[in-house]
């Protein structure tokens, strides 16, 4: 294992919460995917993901190691989930428009989701509390792995992505009094109010 590698294993961990397979594989496919479009982590929106992974199946850790790689995170909003529920994710250089789409190939998926982490995951063992020494060949496998034989990896092609700027000026909700920043502001009786307070949903 490189030492970036192992730098970004640390750093996905500490973040992710547990270790599994699942996690590293994405930090090596985000790895994989920034070294074909020969772009650096995102210090800012200098690239941006798309995931096709979705919610409430498993190996859904995997877009976690895909978001400490690239440097694509909830926070700067330069991600987007398509909740296709798919371990496949597309990485754009936003620069350029240049993208990659990388998915898992479907026999090496099988495989992964017949492993013994899995079964203990399928019992209902909460990862953190799976046994370290059935982990640890998993884990070890993940971060040796040939990526030939588990990818299939598009050739890079242009995806243009319409370009939001950020909205720095807020105003008050007049229900609420909570400030929104103006871009997500509503109008109910003349007056500018925040999503909460338009829909009638109580915060929470
Ligand atoms: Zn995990
Ligand atoms: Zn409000």
Redesign the pocket.
């Known amino acids: 294992m490189n030492e970036k590698l192992e730098k970004l294993l640390e750093v996905g961990i500490a973040f992710?919460?547990?270790?599994?397979?699942?996690?590293p594989l994405g930090l090596r496919c985000g790895l994989k995917a920034m070294e074909i479009l020969n772009v650096e982590r995102a210090q800012d929106k200098e690239l941006f993901v798309i995931s096709e992974t979705g919610k409430g199946h498993a190996?859904?850790?995997f877009l976690?190691g895909i978001m400490t790689a690239t440097g694509c995170t909830y926070g700067k909003s330069n991600i987007e989930k398509r909740y296709w529920n798919k371990m496949a994710f597309t990485l754009v250089d936003t620069k350029t428009d240049r993208a990659v789409r990388i998915s898992l190939k479907p026999g090496f998926f099988e495989k992964m989701l017949q492993s013994p982490f899995v079964q203990q995951r399928k019992k209902g063992v909460p990862?953190q509390d799976v046994d370290p020494q059935l982990l640890k060949p998993l884990l070890d496998n993940v971060l040796n792995l040939d990526l030939t034989q588990a990818l299939d990896v598009s050739e890079v092609f242009t995806l243009q992505r319409e370009k939001t700027k950020g909205c720095f000026d807020t105003v008050a909700c007049a229900q609420c009094g909570e400030l929104v920043f103006e871009n997500a502001a509503r109008i109910k009786d003349g007056k500018p109010v925040c999503q909460g307070c338009f829909g009638g949903h109580a915060h929470s």
């Open positions: 992710h919460g547990h270790r599994c397979p699942a996690m190996a859904g850790c976690d990862p």
